[in-house]
């Protein structure tokens, strides 16, 4: 038995002077192990067991590997623990590490000198901290080390040429620092080097032909510098976007078998050589926003395996080849911004996989293909700004994937078909500026998700459709500069979510409808230049919008316009005249159903009763089903409401208003009102009484529980708890965002919403289906348990189309995919749903934000391996594992998986979860062991381990890619 300093070797010993040896090594190495933890911070719950008193063997505590025999430390592995201060120079003597991984925690200082001591280093990955100062010389004394990653940090200074004396190095990532000064030529020379990141730096100088001699490289990225000069004739698997590279693309290039050849965001000049088209390995091709010329390479047909293309922003002339028509693959096409002319070809009709093709501001002319329409995956279709002519194809109506179109600024005319409504996944349609004539088709009232409807510089007649009442998720609207005339439909008063409604210089008559004013989100309005007449509605709503809005209406007066109405003017005096018209013709037909009624009354005897009773009849029904609540009647309600009064309104949504009722002697309530509706199902009442009366009867700890509620044809109320932090929503994304959410909340909300919807999942009978998951049905009590809202409520609401069929549907954003293609909605509807909540906890970002989408944000970012660049920040300063914060992002992109069958249930989802946060709890616990255990002495073994700590972007990329393929958790 040896004693050193509180560190003991209990081991049997058969050689005094090895024992001895091992004595001193470990002494050595727990003296250097406890300095290394005196200079970081935040250690409290993390390295707990870092204790010589309480633990005297260092090879047990976290993050901490040795060998087997020999006893040194091999491995030390402290990455995503949100740790900070600095990395001590005494890590130098761990002499016999191979292995050191500090990413991804809060590192500041310079890295030690020391370092260079480690001489058996394999691996050396300090990346995504905050480290500052120069790449020390001494790494290069580190002869061993295969990988080296300093990416995403504050470093400076030159590329050390020194670097290029490590024989060894595989894999070389300082992307995203603050170096300087050229690229060392020397570094060329290294044949076993297989990654070189070096984007996002402000590197200078030319690109050397020297780089033909790294005949081992597969990746190479050098975006976001400062490099000029042009591309040398031999280069391989690389990524030179946005540099200033100039000159003209090497003619050899083609002869390369890459998957990836990105030029973008250049100044290359001349034309695109045609051998690119025998690169017939090319999965991307990104030539954008660079000043080539000429025509595209019909050739270009040949790359079969092409899934993106992406030529725009340069100025191409000639026509678009109809060969591009054999690339199958093909899934993003986008030539826009470009000079290319003739028409559209039809073999593009052929690109069954198309995602996105944009075609917007060329030159190009004729009518858009019918085989267009065969394009049935098209999602985005933009040909924006040029001269294209003929009608709208009415094989449209087959892209049921198509969520975006943009036909504007061209020659198209005809009628708008009415088929158009059946694109029910469309959330933008942009048809301005053409010559469409005729009426506005009522079917566009059909598209439940759209947010911006641009009908503007046309010649359409007619009047606006009643049916635009059922665009209840749509924020812009504009159909100005037309000849559309009568009245504004009052149902417009119905659209919740719209922002800016432009109306302007049209032919429209009759009153403003005082409904406009429970468009509560409406900031922008526009009926300048028609023949409105009457007053301004003086409502506060009304008050937001600049005397311009209303110029060119002689007929209208109000306050707003600076002008108050003359009661005794001529205009006052024909209305008075009409409404005695009006009166004295309702009075007589009163008088002459009075007669009627007596006449029928008198023969009721006779009467039999036909038709069913569709609704509640008198007073309005009050149920209380669990709350002792202090309402006994209607007209409690009202008294505690002030009649509705706006003062107690904490929200809106697409189908009711939310009021805050404070009872006596109870603890508040919230109050749903349910908006009226004028059309009925058979029975509609009895069985929305009787869905309410299952609901009712549901508990659980993370459901909003149902305690009462009342049925009256002038809308129903439904009686929940007052949840006084409101939704997830506000928290993320209201405008105040007073309270800050850090990751271990952030966690609890999402197990906690996980297991509520878990239990209607798989623990209700009959299982319910939720159908409107999104973080405002999320709501927060006041210790942040949160409880997941109107389950059960968007089954139970009619479908009529005066009623907001979105909500049956699901809010845009959040709707399964799959729903397009079958029009059903399942348990695997929730699970996609939850999924985009799992993205927005995690980036702070909406669903939805102007033409954004979260998802297909985070898809892309997943390509391009930079998918943590994507978190909030509120999340990187709490969380103590960011492996836990990539977990998450693994486990929503399975939740969100296109096919529904690979998606996980929600009792996994729930339960992979709950262990995540157990880690949280614990302070990182046990889930980062595991995989020190990786990382042994043995050479097969080593390797596992050194492929399992690699953090580089282009690991992180495959385990993504590996994730999103093989559905794998």
């Known amino acids: 038995m040896c004693v050193n300093g509180g560190f003991t070797d209990s081991g049997s010993v058969h050689d005094v002077s090895q024992r001895r040896r091992i004595c001193n090594t470990t002494y050595a190495e727990g003296k250097a192990i406890m300095s290394i933890k005196a200079s970081f911070s935040n250690v409290v719950n993390v390295l707990l067991d870092w204790d010589e008193d309480q633990n005297d063997d260092l090879c047990s505590w976290r993050g901490i590997l040795c060998d087997n025999i ?45 370092i260079g001591s480690c001489v058996s280093l394999v691996l050396l990955d300090l990346s995504d901290n905050m480290l500052y100062g120069d790449i020390p010389f001494s790494i290069s004394k580190l002869k061993q080390l295969e990988l080296l990653n300093l990416k995403n940090n504050q470093i400076t200074g030159p590329i050390p040429s020194t670097l290029t004396q490590i024989p060894n190095l595989k894999t070389l990532d ?18 076993v080097l297989q990654y070189l990141g070096l984007r996002g730096n402000s ?30 004739d031999n280069i391989g698997n690389w990524i030179f976007s946005y540099n200033q590279i100039t000159g003209e693309i090497p003619y050899n290039i083609g002869f390369l078998q890459v998957a990836t050849l990105s030029l973008q965001g250049n100044k290359l000049t001349g034309k695109i050589p045609e051998v690119i088209g025998l690169m017939q390995a090319l999965a991307v091709l990104d030539l954008s926003e660079n000043e080539l010329v000429g025509p595209i390479p019909p050739i270009f047909g040949n790359l079969s395996f092409t899934g993106k293309l992406y030529l725009h922003g340069n100025q191409l002339t000639g026509p678009i080849p109809p ?62 700004g040029n001269f294209l002519n003929g009608s709208i194809p009415s094989g449209f109506r087959n892209l049921e994937s198509l969520t975006y179109l943009n036909l504007s600024s061209n020659k198209f005319k005809g009628t708008i078909p009415f088929l158009l409504g059946r694109i029910i996944n469309l959330d933008t349609l942009d048809l301005s500026s053409n010559h469409f004539s005729g009426p506005i088709p ?58 800016s409604l432009i109306l302007n210089n049209n032919n429209l008559n009759g009153e403003i409808p005082n409904q406009l004013s429970n468009c509560f989100s409406l900031t922008n309005l526009n009926i300048s230049y028609n023949n409105i007449s009457g007053v301004v509605p003086p409502t506060r709503i009304f008050s937001r919008f600049p005397p311009d809005s209303f110029l060119g209406n002689p ?52 009467q039999f009763i036909t038709e069913p009773n569709k609704g509640i009849q008198g007073p309005p029904k009050l149920v209380i089903l669990h709350m002792d609540m202090a309402i006994h009647t209607y007209d409690d309600i009202l008294r505690v409401t002030e009649n509705f009064n706006e003062k107690y309104i904490i929200g809106y949504g697409s189908s009711s208003t939310v009021y805050k009722c404070c009872l006596k002697n109870s603890r508040p309530i919230a109050i749903k009102r349910l908006y009226p509706y004028t059309q ?73 919403a996980a297991q509520g919807l878990a239990y209607l999942h798989h623990d209700c009978n009959p299982r319910i289906i939720h159908r409107d998951v999104k973080s405002s049905n999320i709501l927060l009590d006041e210790n942040f348990e949160p409880h997941l809202s109107d389950f059960g409520i968007a089954k139970s609401l009619p479908t009529t189309k005066t009623y907001a069929s979105t909500y049956v549907l699901g809010t845009i954003g959040y709707i399964d995919p799959e729903y397009a293609r079958t029009s059903r909605v399942t348990e695997k509807s929730d699970v996609y749903s939850f999924g985009i909540v799992l993205l927005e906890l995690l980036t702070g970002k909406k669903a939805v934000e102007n033409e954004s989408n979260l998802h297909q944000l985070i898809l892309s970012k997943a ?15 709490t969380c103590m594992d960011l492996g836990d914060v990539k977990k998450t992002f693994q486990l929503a992109l399975l939740c969100t998986r296109r096919n529904p069958c690979e998606r996980p249930t929600m009792h996994e989802v729930a339960g992979i979860l709950q262990s995540l946060l157990t880690g949280v709890k614990k302070g990182g616990g046990a889930g980062g062991e595991k995989k020190y255990e990786k990382m042994v002495v043995g050479d097969d073994r080593k390797k596992q381990g050194k492929e399992d700590e690699n953090s580089s972007d282009a690991q992180w990329f495959f385990k993504f890619r590996e994730l999103v393929s093989n559905h794998t958790f």
């Open 863 to 877: 390509d391009d391996n930079t998918v943590m660049e994507a978190v909030d920040p509120e999340v990187w300063v």
């Open 323 to 384: 060969e591009l028509g054999n690339m199958t693959k093909l899934s993003y096409l986008q030539l826009n911004n470009n000079h290319l002319t003739g028409g559209i070809p039809p073999e593009l009709g052929n690109l069954d996989q198309l995602f996105e093709l944009n075609l917007a501001l060329n030159d190009l002319e004729g009518p858009i293909p019918e085989r267009i329409s065969s394009c049935t995956a098209l999602n985005q279709l933009n040909v924006h």
């Open 555 to 606: 007929m209208l007066c109000g306050n707003w316009l600076g002008s108050i109405c003359d009661p005794y003017s001529t205009q006052s005096k024909v209305l008075f005249s009409r409404t005695t018209i009006v009166c004295m013709t309702l009075g007589f037909v009163i008088l002459i159903a009075m007669v009627t009624l007596t006449i029928l009354k008198s023969n009721k005897s006779k």
């Open 442 to 499: 009522a079917s566009i009232g059909d598209l439940e998700h759209l947010l911006t409807l641009n009908l503007s510089h046309n010649h359409l007649d007619g009047s606006i459709p009643q049916e635009f009442g059922n665009l209840r998720s749509v924020q812009i609207i504009d159909m100005s500069f037309n000849k559309l005339h009568e009245a504004i439909p009052v149902e417009m008063g119905q659209l919740q979510n719209i922002i």
């Open 174 to 191: 300082l992307a995203q620092n603050q170096l300087t000064g050229e690229i060392p030529r020397l570094i060329y020379w290294n044949e």
């Open 680 to 752: 009925y199902q058979h029975n509609f009442f009895h069985e929305f009484e009787t869905e309410l009366a299952t609901i009712g009867s549901i508990r659980h700890r993370n459901l909003v529980s149902l305690h009462g509620y009342s049925l009256s044809p002038t809308g129903n109320l439904l009686f929940y708890d007052y949840m006084p932090n409101g939704s997830l929503w506000d928290l993320l994304h209201g405008p105040s965002k007073k309270v800050k959410l850090d990751w271990e909340t952030r966690h609890k909300i999402a197990v906690g």
């Open 70 to 114: 020999s006893t040194t430390v091999v491995a030390l592995n402290l990455s995503n623990l949100n740790l900070g201060g600095e990395i001590s120079p005494a890590i130098g003597d761990l002499r016999n590490l191979q292995s050191v991984d500090l990413q991804g925690n809060k590192l500041t200082g310079q890295i030690p000198d020391e």
């Open 203 to 232: 590197l200078t100088g030319t690109l050397s032909a020297d780089m033909c001699q790294l005949t081992g490289l597969w990746y190479f990225d050098v975006r976001g510098n400062n490099l000029t000069g042009t591309i040398p």
